[in-house]
């Protein structure tokens, strides 16, 4: 037993552990789309922030804001979104904005957070 310790202990420094050839990746050709921000206001009102063209905000309503949405869903149908809300506004109005807007088929929608 002893014999085949020392025959094992010699012999596993000298193995040459197999290499992996891993497959290279290169970047994507296609530029990140610029996310639409939907804010929500403390009195629970709705502007949408536009990233694409500059970061404009203006003011909308609900329907204004689902053909806003649908209209960004047809020239691409990968545009994210983002909601962005006050604090101070309910959790109900969040749940609500995110539902209309699975209802409009979009499927990348994140929460904005500011870092402490």
Do not use: C, W
Not at 15 to 38: T, Y
Not at 40 to 46: A, P, Q
Not at 60 to 81: P, Y
């Amino acid at each position: 037993m002893l014999v085949l310790l020392v025959i094992f202990m010699i012999t596993a420094p000298m193995m040459n552990p197999g290499q992996i050839d891993l497959p290279s990746v290169g970047k994507s050709s296609a530029a990140a789309i610029a996310p639409v921000e939907v804010l929500i206001r403390k009195d629970n009102t709705l502007a949408i922030r536009d990233h694409s063209k500059g970061g404009v905000e203006f003011p909308v309503s609900r329907d204004e804001l689902t053909t806003f949405l649908k209209q960004k869903q047809e020239t691409n149908s990968e545009q994210s979104v983002v909601i962005s809300a006050d604090k101070n506004v309910r959790y109900e109005e969040v749940i609500n904005v995110m539902d209309m807007l699975q209802q409009q088929q979009i499927k990348k929608v994140g929460l904005f957070t500011k870092p402490r």
